[in-house]
């Protein structure tokens, strides 16, 4: 310290002479650019999808009420002429199996 001055820091001359600087400036510039590059591209990915129809039925399945096809109020009485059941538990059973599995 001369007369409450404080000296400056030696200069790194090697650094200046092997362009460390330049280099190191050049790495970060790159990388920040590296990093934002693919900050865009997630940003461009979520952009491009879009739900559909299909996507957001296949979301949330709705569960449709089958309605019970309407039938003249006379024919309702009629029982059926032919029974191919065995016993009313062998029906019952025959008719819980899903659609699929009945053919």
């Known amino acids: 310290m001369t007369f409450g001055v404080p000296t400056r820091p030696s200069t790194p001359v090697y650094d200046l002479l092997e362009n460390s600087y330049q280099e190191r400036w050049i790495r970060n510039m790159r990388d ?3 990093a934002k590059r693919e900050q865009e ?3 461009k990915r979520s952009k491009d ?6 996507s957001l039925m296949r979301k949330k399945v709705v569960k449709m009420e089958q309605e019970k096809l309407w039938q003249m109020p ?6 059926p002429f032919l029974n191919t059941f065995s ?3 062998e029906k019952l059973r025959a008719l819980r199996r899903p659609k699929s599995a009945r053919t």
């Open 49 to 54: 999808i879009q739900d559909t129809r299909t």
């Open 74 to 79: 006379k024919w309702g009485k009629v029982k």
């Open 87 to 89: 016993s009313e538990k």
């Open 32 to 34: 920040s650019e590296l």
């Open 41 to 43: 591209k997630q940003a």
